[in-house]
């Protein structure tokens, strides 16, 4: 599947749709896959198609410390470390096994307030 497909398209538009309502996101190209930045710096979250063949439609993000082992322990078919950033804390969020976007949500405004300069994270808590 590749975010052209349906499946891959419809979760795209629903990042996007939730990124844009986060303050000062823009979205841009990055190691080749759609990636959200705040203040076209620092890294919100990237969406994958099988990366390096993993065969998963998933969301990375920054997650608070001691998330990511708690998310992957509780639901291991739903989350796992993604390779080069996990060791940094950051969750994979599948997203092609029926995403909650309500939970997708909370996930990256955790994230967003993690990344996101204090000036924004006012903003976002308004």
């Not at 993993?54 to 739903?78: N, T």
């Not at 997203?95 to 990256?108: F, S």
């Amino acid at each position: 599947m590749s975010l052209s497909s349906t499946e891959g398209q419809a979760a795209l538009d629903e990042l996007r749709a939730l990124c844009a309502s986060y303050p000062e996101v823009s979205e841009r190209l990055s190691h080749g896959s759609p990636t959200f930045f705040i203040r076209d710096k620092k890294t919100l979250c990237s969406i994958w198609n099988s990366h390096h063949d993993d065969g998963r439609l998933a969301m990375w993000c920054p997650a608070p410390v001691g998330v990511q082992a708690e998310l992957i322990d509780r639901e291991p078919e739903r989350f796992f470390v993604p390779k080069y950033v996990g060791h940094r804390g950051w969750i994979g969020l599948r997203l092609d096994i029926d995403p909650d976007w309500d939970e997708v949500d909370a996930i990256l405004r955790d994230a967003y307030r993690l990344v996101a300069p204090k000036t924004l994270v006012k903003q976002l808590d308004a």
